[in-house]
């Protein structure tokens, strides 16, 4: 308190207007509060964001360990193997042999139409 | 009261050590600044690494085969290990083995370590998943106390087994990836490292974004992979083959529909296989090694001849049953003499003595040229890991004879791999176009953007009218020669090859057998070569092979959709 008597003492008998200094006092008091505040609030937004990083990081990694485990289930389900004990067991058989069924173009019924219009 | 001699040697004392300090303050602060900044930034910053997933990799229908799932590696840090006999316990369902067994195993580790690095962690388990990881961590509350460490990494898994295992590859912990397609696109598959520096929670120095590797699409088709290595399976036991290789590709493009190898592996074990019986059982036969393909090639020769017009269709050669080049005398296979031939009956009998004769008349110059163009003694550039590129000696080799000349044109003093072999026939199924044989046919970046591969075009090796007037000449030889490899409704082409086989350069009895053919003959749509070595069942190609080729033909029509000729 006495230290900060002396400096306003000092502060009025320089060669300026009194109010003159008050005013520039209170103003850089006020900077520097202001100053302080937006480092705060940088700062705590900083740790905030970086915190939400991790959170965002660790999401990431766990979904995509899902994706890609539920890709292992769903490729060992349908693969080629278990697909064919399931499709036996639901008494499936493979096929001894394929018929292709040849449509000759003409005895389709729009070939037939066309015939008969023209007849 | 001091003495002044006493307060100048005080003085003295004093001053020295403020000398020295001051030195070495000096030292420290101005001379070695740089070393111990960095000292301090290395200990008050705190980096964490972060993985991401290597690629997928999918076969053409979008069937999973390969893929990263989340793991754990666990460590044994022997300087804090103290219950040996409790860790084994609680550690013997992730190393998958009996309790007393991980003990012996942690002990026998250890004991390894104890001459060269006594105190550094050693892996015990690798890619333990989440759940026994989770077990092992709550039977061991505290991780450290017992001695156990336990980092997160992603592991490789193949959902589908052994299928097209040594066509896919494996990877290693690192994750680096060993054959076959893991090896070829290693780095596009591998993630980027991710990297987070920060001093504190308010001083955040570097982020560094980690990224997932590519993901990518395959030509092969499973069904038809499954049943074409099913099949390779089958004739291994019927002939008592000791390995076999088949390949399926797609005529119009090089795409590799289905490449089966015998011995295969499973790739979910290549780790354990590799540590137990070493790395060269994880190879693809029909990449890393090369043979001597026997006959097949005769119709490289024939093509050739044929694309020079030293011969035609209707040219008629005498068989004389025996050639003597430079002292080797040559015989056809069966030691006959078959007189007045054509290049129909030279294929359908496989005749080795007009063979070597057409290669004589032809010229050395002309006959490597297009054995050179037909991609023989080159690799082919297939998209696999360690592709070998066979040996064809040609007049500019020391080693070179005529005799060379005469035994290459039937496919016997040269090697060559099964895909060298099956794209050199798929260039005359193709209308005399070398395609670039690939099993990758899209991967889609990280960011989103899908990068499709084009069919890449070698080189014309010989004309269209060529290729077909030699299609019907194998049709026609291969109906009078092999019929078996003939499927209902469809004109097949295609050539056995018989080779003797050697075992530290001497010959033995046994033989490498291959088919190598195309269908339907007169518009081919697929490609299929055949390999047996060493079959028991008999020593020819015919009965052993060429069952197996119209096997393979025929479920590929049915997998693929192809039309038989009369409905084309």
Same mark, same amino acid.
């Given at each position: 308190?006495?230290?900060?008597?002396?400096?306003?003492?000092?502060?009025?008998?320089?060669?300026?207007?009194?109010?003159?200094?008050?005013?520039?006092?209170?103003?850089?008091?006020?900077?520097?509060?202001?100053?302080?505040?937006?480092?705060?609030?940088?700062?705590? $937004?900083?740790?905030? &964001?970086?915190?939400? =990083? *991790?959170?965002?990081?660790?999401?990431? %990694?766990?979904?995509? !360990?899902?994706?890609?485990?539920?890709?292992?289930?769903?490729?060992?389900?349908?693969?080629?193997?278990?697909?064919?004990?399931?499709?036996?067991?639901?008494?499936?058989?493979?096929?001894? $042999?394929?018929?292709? &069924?040849?449509?000759? =173009? *003409?005895?389709?019924?729009?070939?037939? %139409?066309?015939?008969? !219009?023209?007849? | 009261?001091?003495?002044?001699?006493?307060?100048?040697?005080?003085?003295?004392?004093?001053?020295?050590?403020?000398?020295?300090?001051?030195?070495?303050?000096?030292?420290?602060?101005?001379?070695?600044?740089?070393?111990?900044?960095?000292?301090?930034?290395?200990?008050?910053?705190?980096?964490?690494?972060?993985?991401?997933?290597?690629?997928?990799?999918?076969?053409?229908?979008?069937?999973?085969?390969?893929?990263?799932?989340?793991?754990?590696?666990?460590?044994?840090?022997?300087?804090?290990?103290?219950?040996?006999?409790?860790?084994?316990?609680?550690?013997?369902?992730?190393?998958?083995?009996?309790?007393?067994?991980?003990?012996?195993?942690?002990?026998?580790?250890?004991?390894?370590?104890?001459?060269?690095?006594?105190?550094?962690?050693?892996?015990?388990?690798?890619?333990?998943?989440?759940?026994?990881?989770?077990?092992?961590?709550?039977?061991?509350?505290?991780?450290?106390?017992?001695?156990?460490?336990?980092?997160?990494?992603?592991?490789?898994?193949?959902?589908?087994?052994?299928?097209?295992?040594?066509?896919?590859?494996?990877?290693?912990?690192?994750?680096?990836?060993?054959?076959?397609?893991?090896?070829?696109?290693?780095?596009?598959?591998?993630?980027?490292?991710?990297?987070?520096?920060?001093?504190?929670?308010?001083?955040?120095?570097?982020?560094?974004?980690?990224?997932?590797?590519?993901?990518?699409?395959?030509?092969?088709?499973?069904?038809?992979?499954?049943?074409?290595?099913?099949?390779?399976?089958?004739?291994?036991?019927?002939?008592?083959?000791?390995?076999?290789?088949?390949?399926?590709?797609?005529?119009?493009?090089?795409?590799?529909?289905?490449?089966?190898?015998?011995?295969?592996?499973?790739?979910?074990?290549?780790?354990?296989?590799?540590?137990?019986?070493?790395?060269?059982?994880?190879?693809?036969?029909?990449?890393?090694?090369?043979?001597?393909?026997?006959?097949?090639?005769?119709?490289?020769?024939?093509?050739?001849?044929?694309?020079?017009?030293?011969?035609?269709?209707?040219?008629?050669?005498?068989?004389?049953?025996?050639?003597?080049?430079?002292?080797?005398?040559?015989?056809?296979?069966?030691?006959?003499?078959?007189?007045?031939?054509?290049?129909?009956?030279?294929?359908?009998?496989?005749?080795?003595?007009?063979?070597?004769?057409?290669?004589?008349?032809?010229?050395?110059?002309?006959?490597?040229?297009?054995?050179?163009?037909?991609?023989?003694?080159?690799?082919?550039?297939?998209?696999?890991?360690?592709?070998?590129?066979?040996?064809?000696?040609?007049?500019?080799?020391?080693?070179?004879?005529?005799?060379?000349?005469?035994?290459?044109?039937?496919?016997?003093?040269?090697?060559?791999?099964?895909?060298?072999?099956?794209?050199?026939?798929?260039?005359?199924?193709?209308?005399?176009?070398?395609?670039?044989?690939?099993?990758?046919?899209?991967?889609?970046?990280?960011?989103?953007?899908?990068?499709?591969?084009?069919?890449?075009?070698?080189?014309?090796?010989?004309?269209?009218?060529?290729?077909?007037?030699?299609?019907?000449?194998?049709?026609?030889?291969?109906?009078?020669?092999?019929?078996?490899?003939?499927?209902?409704?469809?004109?097949?082409?295609?050539?056995?090859?018989?080779?003797?086989?050697?075992?530290?350069?001497?010959?033995?009895?046994?033989?490498?057998?291959?088919?190598?053919?195309?269908?339907?003959?007169?518009?081919?749509?697929?490609?299929?070569?055949?390999?047996?070595?060493?079959?028991?069942?008999?020593?020819?190609?015919?009965?052993?092979?060429?069952?197996?080729?119209?096997?393979?033909?025929?479920?590929?029509?049915?997998?693929?959709?192809?039309?038989?000729?009369?409905?084309?």
């Amino acid at each position: 308190m006495v230290m900060v008597r002396g400096w306003w003492r000092r502060l009025r008998m320089l060669d300026v207007g009194g109010r003159r200094a008050a005013t520039m006092a209170i103003l850089s008091g006020a900077l520097l509060v202001a100053l302080i505040a937006v480092w705060l609030a940088l700062s705590t $937004r900083t740790a905030l &964001l970086n915190q939400q =990083l *991790d959170e965002l990081d660790a999401r990431h %990694a766990r979904l995509t !360990a899902e994706i890609n485990q539920t890709w292992t289930e769903i490729g060992e389900v349908t693969s080629p193997r278990t697909m064919e004990v399931r499709a036996r067991r639901l008494g499936f058989r493979p096929a001894e $042999r394929i018929e292709y &069924l040849v449509v000759a =173009l *003409d005895a389709t019924p729009e070939a037939a %139409a066309t015939r008969a !219009a023209g007849e | 009261m001091i003495s002044s001699r006493r307060l100048i040697i005080l003085a003295i004392i004093i001053g020295l050590t403020t000398a020295i300090a001051f030195t070495r303050a000096v030292q420290v602060q101005v001379f070695e600044n740089t070393k111990y900044a960095a000292a301090a930034n290395d200990q008050q910053t705190e980096t964490r690494i972060t993985l991401a997933p290597r690629g997928a990799i999918f076969d053409r229908s979008g069937h999973l085969l390969a893929v990263s799932n989340r793991a754990y590696i666990v460590r044994v840090d022997p300087r804090t290990l103290t219950d040996t006999a409790a860790v084994a316990v609680a550690l013997a369902p992730a190393m998958g083995r009996p309790a007393e067994e991980a003990r012996q195993r942690i002990e026998a580790i250890l004991e390894d370590r104890k001459s060269t690095t006594p105190t550094l962690s050693t892996v015990v388990a690798y890619n333990v998943s989440p759940q026994v990881t989770y077990q092992l961590t709550r039977t061991l509350r505290s991780l450290a106390r017992s001695g156990l460490l336990v980092d997160e990494t992603w592991a490789r898994a193949y959902p589908q087994g052994s299928i097209a295992g040594p066509t896919i590859g494996f990877v290693s912990l690192q994750p680096v990836g060993y054959a076959g397609v893991e090896a070829y696109y290693d780095s596009r598959l591998n993630s980027s490292i991710g990297q987070r520096k920060e001093r504190s929670r308010l001083d955040l120095l570097v982020i560094t974004p980690t990224q997932s590797g590519a993901d990518m699409v395959l030509t092969l088709d499973l069904n038809l992979q499954a049943y074409v290595e099913a099949r390779l399976a089958q004739a291994i036991r019927d002939t008592g083959a000791v390995s076999g290789t088949i390949i399926v590709m797609e005529t119009k493009t090089g795409a590799i529909l289905a490449s089966a190898s015998w011995p295969g592996y499973d790739p979910n074990r290549a780790i354990e296989l590799a540590t137990m019986h070493g790395a060269g059982l994880l190879r693809d036969p029909a990449v890393n090694e090369a043979y001597e393909p026997g006959s097949v090639v005769k119709v490289f020769t024939i093509a050739a001849a044929l694309e020079s017009g030293q011969v035609t269709t209707r040219t008629i050669f005498t068989d004389t049953g025996r050639l003597v080049v430079s002292n080797k005398r040559i015989y056809n296979a069966d030691r006959g003499r078959y007189g007045r031939v054509s290049i129909e009956d030279i294929l359908a009998r496989s005749l080795n003595v007009p063979t070597a004769q057409i290669a004589l008349d032809m010229g050395e110059e002309v006959f490597y040229r297009q054995l050179r163009l037909f991609g023989f003694g080159s690799r082919t550039g297939i998209d696999l890991g360690n592709e070998v590129a066979g040996t064809l000696r040609t007049p500019n080799d020391l080693e070179w004879s005529r005799t060379d000349l005469a035994t290459n044109s039937y496919g016997q003093g040269m090697t060559a791999t099964p895909y060298q072999v099956i794209n050199a026939m798929n260039a005359i199924a193709n209308d005399g176009v070398l395609m670039q044989p690939y099993i990758v046919q899209q991967w889609r970046e990280p960011s989103g953007e899908v990068v499709r591969k084009q069919p890449v075009e070698v080189a014309r090796v010989i004309s269209a009218e060529t290729a077909r007037t030699l299609r019907a000449v194998m049709t026609a030889a291969a109906r009078r020669g092999t019929p078996q490899a003939f499927v209902e409704g469809y004109t097949v082409a295609g050539k056995t090859g018989t080779a003797d086989w050697y075992l530290r350069g001497v010959k033995q009895e046994t033989t490498i057998v291959t088919y190598a053919g195309f269908l339907p003959a007169n518009q081919p749509q697929i490609t299929i070569l055949v390999k047996l070595d060493q079959p028991r069942s008999s020593r020819w190609a015919g009965p052993t092979t060429v069952p197996v080729f119209r096997d393979v033909a025929e479920r590929a029509c049915q997998i693929l959709g192809i039309p038989p000729d009369v409905a084309r």
